[in-house]
């Protein structure tokens, strides 16, 4: 029997997560029994993983997966086990043991042909973790950095061209956060600390979407601090780059009321 390579047990669509296997393990009767520890072949035992697998049963795959590093760890199937395990673990939405796993394969294979993969498991466990601007966005920054390690390290790889698609929607929503405590900050009267959080937007994030209101709350927090030359030279960026956006013609109108001497 031919051991298969995980590019051919999982199909990726560009800009989706990856392959999504229907199914639960946990109401299958033989799951327990199936992972038990009885010592078997090599390849009986990853044929039985990847049957699994390929029937949707992710939970008992992956346990089937680690029995065959576990019951032959210098077999060339445990390699392949490894990655296919963490496949499974992050088919059934386990992205911590999916992300170790798949960190222990790349330490003791760092130059397998299928590390690009591994790079790319690692960065959608964290990317689809991502939560909403409200939140802590730590796992955010996370899937930031795998993604773009992807992109660094594998260019011309299928999977750097979808962990591109996801760095500009990753970026697009650290800009949001930036832009989520600006207001705040904005609202409570807190210009300076608003003014940091919406220059933040325009210096790291200024191809995002937020970067047009970025400028617009700066001509308005410039005003508010009784610096018109400076909410000037903002108004005069926005409408050099977004001349048609609704954001020029807001902070044109406050110019005109606010600072007409300016305009």
């Known amino acids: 029997m031919t051991a298969r390579s995980p590019f051919r047990l ?43 697998l390929d029937r949707g049963d992710v939970r008992v795959a992956g346990a089937l997966f680690d029995e065959v590093e576990r019951q ?29 796993n798949a960190q222990r394969f790349l330490s003791i294979h760092p130059g397998n042909r299928d590390a690009p993969y591994a790079f790319y498991l690692i960065a959608l466990c964290y990317y689809e973790q991502i939560s909403d601007v409200e939140r802590d966005q730590k796992i955010t920054e996370q899937a930031l950095t795998a993604l773009t390690e992807v992109n660094r390290r594998y260019p011309e790889t299928r999977y750097a061209a979808d962990a591109r698609l996801k760095i500009d929607l990753v970026r697009d929503h650290l800009a949001g956060k930036e832009m989520e405590i600006g207001r705040h900050y ?5 210009w300076l600390a ?15 979407s937020h970067a047009p209101e970025a400028l617009f709350r700066l001509t308005e927090t410039s005003l ?22 609704r954001w020029y013609d807001r902070a044109y109108n406050l110019m005109r009321d606010k600072a007409p001497s300016e305009i």
């Open 10 to 52: 999982a199909v990726f669509a560009a800009g989706a997560a990856a392959v999504t296997l229907t199914g639960c393990a946990s109401g299958s009767k033989g799951g327990p029994r199936e992972t038990a520890y009885v010592a078997r072949d090599v390849e009986s035992l990853y044929a039985a993983a990847k049957d699994r």
């Open 72 to 100: 032959h760890p210098y077999s060339p199937w445990a390699r392949r086990a490894q990655l296919m395990s963490a496949f499974s673990y992050y088919s059934q939405k386990n992205y911590n043991q999916a992300i170790q």
């Open 186 to 190: 904005e609202r409570s009267g807190r």
């Open 194 to 208: 608003a003014q940091i959080r919406f220059q933040n937007v325009v210096k790291d994030y200024q191809t995002t």
């Open 224 to 245: 508010a601090l009784g610096v018109p030359e400076e909410a000037k030279r903002y108004a005069a960026v926005l409408g050099a780059n977004y001349p048609g956006s």
